[in-house]
């Protein structure tokens, strides 16, 4: 674009002095009025570009204030080392500070919690409502975020952001362009545009000169006056239109709105990118590592099933389920309960002695103890221990049923009373729905993806088959994560991961693309590239989506501006260059060479507009290989982009008045 | 008889001291604002190429035309070099 507004300066100097490069063989009225209206055209192909930019800069201007209006100054009750309480203003924390937050109170700036309980009202930032548990020394949970209000009891808070440096600090100024720098992709695009410029401003610099040449040797052949259409085609305000068409203005002007609407939509989703850089790499991503627990799986694991042994049937087993677990309040019990109750399994307490037994785990297992009995669910291992303290005997059908559930991908509960085994209770981990089929579009689109779990190896591949992930590693360790990562990289992959914890940290800072979740601590979210406020790990494949849209909606239109070209070459080149026998290439049958350069250079300034909402929303996206999409992308955008314009410039040189 | 007063007038030392100041000030807003610079020399290097187009036209631009030409010459030359340099070093544009 900073060629089309070099050349404005240089039209308009000739509008207002037409002779100003040399005497023009026209009438001077006549071609004062050409270059005024090039000048015009030329403009405006500027000032849309701006306002392609303006237009992905004013949304992210809107994020920004949003976000800004999470974030305000509050009076922050600062500890002194003497453990005294000083009201500073927020701005005024620095790195290391601690604070003290009580209920009710915003809560200054980023940081990490290092004393205390409480729940926090994170809604300004992720919009649920539901409030957060905040505690410290644990992996997730511990973090907290400047803007954010605690809402029960008090919490002693290490500030980890200096002013102007937290996550939201951090977004508004992405959003709203401040820190843009130009991706890989970017930068490779913006040496082919400066390439075809380069080689297009040497075209039209010698054009002169060859016309020149042709135009006397015209004058020589056919007579004195022959030549003379060819150098009035070669003046300077024609040339500067030549070369304005020639170079690929579309793509100019709007590569810089793409990346800025690229941003957005990940904000949209709530996700906070460190740069446009992270957001392009989720398009060019080859591996994602995945958790199983909380990724593919629900992450609450419910029963399913209840299997019978030792002589007992299923309505024995689903009783002494349902009284095992009616005083247990995990997800887990209330879905034994239920399930037994699904099973006709009642039971009622009242009048009887009964008393909850909590889960712990040095026993692994739960129960309740009625009326004398001991009723007991838990860990297979640990049931056959405290049957075998009970003097009951341990029957053969408990290990073919544990087997049977591990060989199903779930989780063995046994259920006793007493020295007596019931039966086994199968826990299944829901696989989340609809991934399946997300797997598949990552596997089209050429994404592998690596599910990582501490459970067995039987449970391991049976969730793997089921999610339909392409690989998986049973009873991982954190150290195994950055391993997968540091091999897939190795072989030329851009690797993506989520995690939370502070052993996540390294992994998250190795992958290409780390997702760190806002729930998770500081030093995730620090070596992360992007957080997630929502705490959602399936969010990541939503950023692979994001990043190849992003990728895939600039191919299109860089393949759409090239193709529009050879349109416009049509138009100009033949019309120009009429009189050196070459006027049988126009094609369209545009009137004269001015209506010609006019009508090209209209459409290529009205081009950009029309593109703007499809650079913005980005083209639609598809889960295709490559190769399927480079032919889709010719297909559209490159037959379509040399076809529209030929119809779209006969039409604008049929309604314009010029001859 | 009485000689005529000298009224000479020399610049105070307030004045020099605020033109060399001026001097300065330009001198330091040249290495941050740098095209006014580039311009100034362009012309000045116009003042060369100018009268070797004029002398080549054989008469056939008159001499403002010639300056001119020289002066398109030259910024085509510039964004020429400007695109090397994109090309080359693309991160820092």
Redesign the interface.
Known sequence: MFVVWLGTIVTLLVTINPNLFGTVQADVGQQRLLNGIITFILFFTVLFANFAEAVAEGRGKAQADALRSTRSDTIARKMLPDQSIQEVNSTELRRGDQVKVIAGDMIPADGEVIQGIGSVDESAITGESAPVLKQPGTDIASSVTGGTRLLSDELIVRISADPGQGFIDRMISLVEGAERTKTPNEIALTVLLAVLTQVFLIVVATTPSLSGYIADFLDNVLGSAAGNSLRAGTSIAILISLLVALIPTTIGGLLSAIGIAGMDRVAQFNVIATSGRAVEACGDVNTLVLDKTGTITLGNRLADEFIPVNGHDLQEVANAGWIASVFDETPEGRSIVRLAEKLGAKFDLNGQPAEGIEFSARTRMSGTDLDGKEYRKGAVDAIKGFVRSRGGQVPLTLDQAYERVSRLGGTPLAVCQGPDIYGVIYLKDMVKPGLRERFDQLRRMGVKTIMLTGDNRITASVIAKEAGVDDFIAEATPEDKIDVIRSEQAQGKLVAMTGDGTNDAPALAQANVGLAMNSGTQAAKEAANMVDLDSDPTKLIDLVTIGKQLLITRGALTTFSVANDIAKYFAIIPTIFAAAGIGALNIMGLKSAQSAIVSALIYNALIIPVLIPLALRGVQFRPLTADQLLQRNILIYGLGGIIAPFIAIKAIDLILPLS | MKLPLLNLSFPSLQTTTQALEEVLAIGSEWRRQKLPLYLFLALCLNLVIAPVVYATSNN??SR??AW??GL?GL??AA??VY??F??FI??K?
């Open positions: 056939e631009f403002s035309q001119a030409l398109l910024g085509t964004i020429s695109l090397f994109v090309m693309p991160e544009f």
